[in-house]
């Protein structure tokens, strides 16, 4: 079992953070539960060790709240460092929830507007060695007002990496 970092890491961790428990078949062909509590070191070590502890039969998973729709707001950049340096910006601003539970928090209390609001999500798309988009993104429960809705995965939509693109 890899892991690996996506769009509200910065805020949530990593996969391993959402993980209750798992089933894993030893080489031996043992089936075997690890938890935080239960056989510990096995499962700290799973998730980085690409199936070389043994083979994932299932994971408990804390489910997280959601809502049907995310606002994205856009940001171009034309050039490496401004793309970098507005990333770690708006990722770093998810550390102090990440620091006290993640997505078990209300990221709307105590997230303030004034430049140091936190987003649930963070994603970036390079198309070139200067050009590129930052993408931040929040639940919503409707659509927008002063946006649309991209509806991705309809035949006749463009890939989104090419709707983001149209944003430089």
Same mark, same amino acid.
């Given at each position: 079992?890899?892991?690996?970092?996506?769009?509200? &890491?910065?805020?949530?961790?990593?996969?391993? +953070?959402?993980?209750?428990? *798992?089933?894993?078949?030893?080489?031996? !062909?043992?089936? /075997?539960?690890?938890?935080?509590?239960?056989?510990?070191?096995?499962?700290?070590?799973?998730?980085?060790?690409?199936?070389?502890?043994?083979?994932?039969?299932?994971?408990?998973?804390?489910?997280?709240?959601?809502?049907?729709?995310?606002?994205?707001?856009?940001?171009?950049?034309?050039?490496?460092? &401004?793309?970098?340096?507005?990333?770690?910006? +708006?990722?770093?601003?998810? *550390?102090?929830?990440?620091?006290?539970? !993640?997505?078990? /928090?209300?990221?709307?209390?105590?997230?303030?507007?004034?430049?140091?609001?936190?987003?649930?999500?963070?994603?970036?798309?390079?198309?070139?060695?200067?050009?590129?988009?930052?993408?931040?993104?929040?639940?919503?429960?409707?659509?927008?007002?002063?946006?649309?809705?991209?509806?991705?995965?309809?035949?006749?939509?463009?890939?989104?990496?090419?709707?983001?693109?149209?944003? *430089?």
């Amino acid at each position: 079992a890899g892991t690996g970092i996506e769009s509200s &890491s910065h805020h949530s961790g990593l996969f391993q +953070e959402f993980c209750m428990e *798992l089933e894993v078949v030893l080489a031996s !062909g043992q089936v /075997v539960t690890c938890s935080r509590t239960e056989r510990e070191e096995l499962f700290e070590a799973f998730f980085w060790s690409y199936g070389t502890l043994g083979m994932l039969m299932s994971a408990k998973l804390r489910i997280i709240p959601s809502a049907p729709y995310i606002r994205l707001s856009y940001y171009s950049f034309d050039s490496e460092q &401004s793309f970098v340096d507005f990333w770690r910006a +708006e990722s770093q601003k998810g *550390l102090k929830f990440a620091e006290v539970g !993640g997505d078990d /928090v209300d990221l709307d209390q105590d997230n303030d507007t004034n430049g140091g609001h936190c987003s649930r999500f963070v994603e970036g798309l390079i198309f070139s060695k200067d050009r590129g988009v930052v993408m931040l993104g929040d639940f919503a429960h409707g659509v927008g007002k002063d946006g649309y809705l991209y509806e991705h995965g309809k035949w006749h939509k463009p890939y989104f990496y090419k709707h983001a693109e149209e944003v *430089l």
